[in-house]
């Protein structure tokens, strides 16, 4: 398959290592031309300062962007109307409305769009999930998340801390990750509570979110994202009547990436413990790719696509409203 891609940096630099293991990358672009130059250069792709004009040029049948928060769905809007399937990095723009016209232009065009949520790709997140559907744990109470990093300096004067371009701090960052794995558990939710605070990082939006949501069987996600985690971290444990499943590391920084199922006793107790380790590197990438490709190819619907994004960033909208009063 023919692929574009649109942002250059770090995530699109990961982009295109998993497209060229089974495909073609044909162009890339991005508003600073030494980094398309980079991306080009690594992988015999055509280089771009200009997207529209990459696209006019050489019409690919997949895009994937990667450019910052304020621009994703806009250009996704467009490489969508130009006649491609995109995939476009969470969390798709900056409001549930954006999201809302880019699912209405995938219909209108039957394109594919996808949101990159690809911690759902993550192998111990994916079995958790799996054996969730499989009554491993019975049915579900609960989900409790964390995820959180640590900055680095100078951190508030990057995008991720200017509104305008992010469209907030790190509940838009990471907070949409764990949003989004607990609807894919749980299905739709309301916000019961939301929280943003800003306690270290001097900058205009939030460095915690902490969230309450429930479905409508009041079972209940309580979710944390943070970048004063200082050492990095993901956990995400999901409580059933019958056992419980736990998700810890992402790999890299975030440690080991492990999956333990604690599956309780008729005599209830200290539970059998069985655990599992996916060591690296990081397949979550290519195996977000590769699903993407075959819904291009089968027509299935997409995990995480533009509706469930939509969804998502709606509970954002929420909290950032009640957060404003």
């Not at 672009?29 to 030494?34: M, N, V």
Request: charge should be neutral; charged fraction near 25%; hydrophobic fraction near 40%.
């Amino acid at each position: 398959m023919k692929f574009a891609i649109i942002g250059c940096g770090l995530v699109g630099e990961k982009r295109a290592e998993a497209i060229v293991k089974n495909h073609h990358l044909a162009a890339v672009a991005d508003c600073r031309q030494e980094r398309a130059d980079h991306l080009a250069s690594k992988y015999s792709a055509a280089p771009y300062h200009d997207w529209q004009q990459m696209l006019d040029d050489h019409r690919p049948q997949a895009v994937v962007v990667a450019v910052t928060n304020d621009q994703l769905a806009a250009i996704g809007t467009a490489a969508v109307r130009a006649g491609c399937h995109v995939l476009i990095e969470k969390p798709g723009g900056t409001c549930g409305r954006q999201l809302a016209e880019l699912a209405a232009a995938g219909r209108q065009n039957r394109r594919v769009v996808k949101i990159g949520y690809n911690l759902r790709f993550h192998p111990a997140i994916a079995r958790a999930r799996i054996m969730v559907e499989r009554g491993a744990v019975g049915d579900l109470m609960f989900v409790r998340g964390r995820y959180g990093h640590g900055g680095r300096p100078g951190y508030e004067t990057e995008w991720r801390f200017q509104p305008h371009q992010s469209g907030g701090g790190e509940l838009i960052d990471q907070g949409v990750h764990l949003i989004d794995l607990a609807r894919w558990l749980l299905g739709d939710l309301t916000v019961i509570e939301g929280v943003t605070a800003s306690y270290f990082w001097p900058a205009a939006a939030e460095d915690n979110a902490f969230m309450l949501l429930a479905n409508r069987d009041r079972r209940v996600a309580f979710l944390q994202a943070s970048c004063t985690e200082w050492k990095n971290l993901f956990s995400l444990e999901i409580y059933g009547r019958t056992g419980k499943l736990q998700v810890d590391g992402l790999g890299g920084s975030y440690g080991p990436e492990r999956l333990t199922w604690y599956r309780m006793r008729p005599e209830m107790g200290p539970p059998d413990t069985l655990s599992w380790e996916f060591p690296p590197p990081d397949r979550s990438w290519q195996a977000e790719i590769d699903h993407f490709v075959d819904c291009i190819q089968t027509g299935r619907p997409p995990l995480s696509g533009p509706d469930e994004g939509r969804a998502v960033m709606e509970l954002v909208d929420h909290i950032y409203r009640r957060n404003q009063q």
